[in-house]
Antibody
Framework: QVQLQQWGAGLLKPSETLSLTCAVSGDSFSGYYWSWIRQPPGKGLEWIGV???????NYSPSLKSRVTMPLDTSKKQFSLNLNSVTAADTAVYYC?????????????WGQGTLVIVSS | QSVLTQPPSVSGAPGQRVTISCSGS?????????VQWYQHLPGTAPKLLIY???NRPSGVPDRFSGSKSGTSASLAITGLQTEDEADYYC???????????FGGGTKLTVL
């Protein structure tokens, strides 16, 4: 049974860099697509981007200029770095697994991390 | 503002049937890209409910069903139960935006 465990700083100041990590246990890592998705308070879900072992990366156009998603296959972990954060980046952030063949459906999700950006 | 439009809320009594619509366009639902549905209870991670327009993952009751026609998709829930009270999101890919997109979400209240 695959599980995603995520962690990272929960309180940031404007202009800082948001950093979250997601660790995968119980299943293969290199064959799947791995995404980050967020939900601002009172709003819907927003896809941030996806990575896969072998060099595939795709970011949402709306966040592309501020996002990187490094992958550590040896540790079965992937991360989210979002720079120059503002209050608009306050959200619950989720890591999620796609399939072997495609970015979605998002079959497995992490527990979520609330990140608050406030001065 | 999402490119996939869902009603903000729907409601039904226990045992009844409800449907949640997801309206898109020729650049998302109207393409070959499949539609997914997720159930999201507050404080928990979203759960995949329907994938590939109509398919249920193992463990999802057959009370939940999905359909797609033209530029719209729907999620139907029959035999409503109190534990179905949650937010529901549709999701697909938009080729014009080159982006994975979600609907705005629909809050289901079981009266």
């Amino acid at each position: 049974q695959v599980q995603l465990q995520q962690w990272g700083a929960g309180l940031l100041k404007p202009s800082e860099t948001l950093s979250l990590t997601c660790a995968v246990s119980g299943d293969s890592f290199s064959g799947y697509y791995w995404s980050w998705i967020r939900q601002p308070p009172g709003k819907g879900l927003e896809w941030i981007g996806v990575v896969k072992h072998g060099g595939y990366i795709n970011y949402s156009p709306s966040l592309k200029s501020r996002v990187t998603m490094p992958l550590d296959t040896s540790k079965k972990q992937f991360s989210l770095n979002l720079n120059s954060v503002t209050a608009a980046d306050t959200a619950v952030y989720y890591c999620a697994r796609g399939t072997v063949n495609d970015i979605f459906p998002f079959e497995v999700w992490g527990q979520g991390t609330l990140v608050i950006v406030s001065s | 503002q999402s490119v996939l439009t869902q009603p903000p809320s729907v409601s039904g009594a226990p045992g009844q049937r409800v449907t949640i619509s997801c309206s898109g366009s020729s650049s998302n639902i109207g393409t070959a890209y499949k539609v997914q549905w997720y159930q999201h209870l507050p404080g928990t991670a979203p759960k995949l409910l329907i994938y590939g327009n109509t398919n249920r993952p193992s463990g999802v009751p057959d009370r939940f069903s999905g359909s797609k026609s033209g530029t719209s998709a729907s999620l139907a829930i029959t035999g409503l139960q109190t534990e179905d009270e949650a937010d529901y999101y549709c999701q697909t890919y938009d080729k014009s935006l080159s982006d994975v997109v979600f609907g705005g979400g629909t809050k289901l209240t079981v009266l």
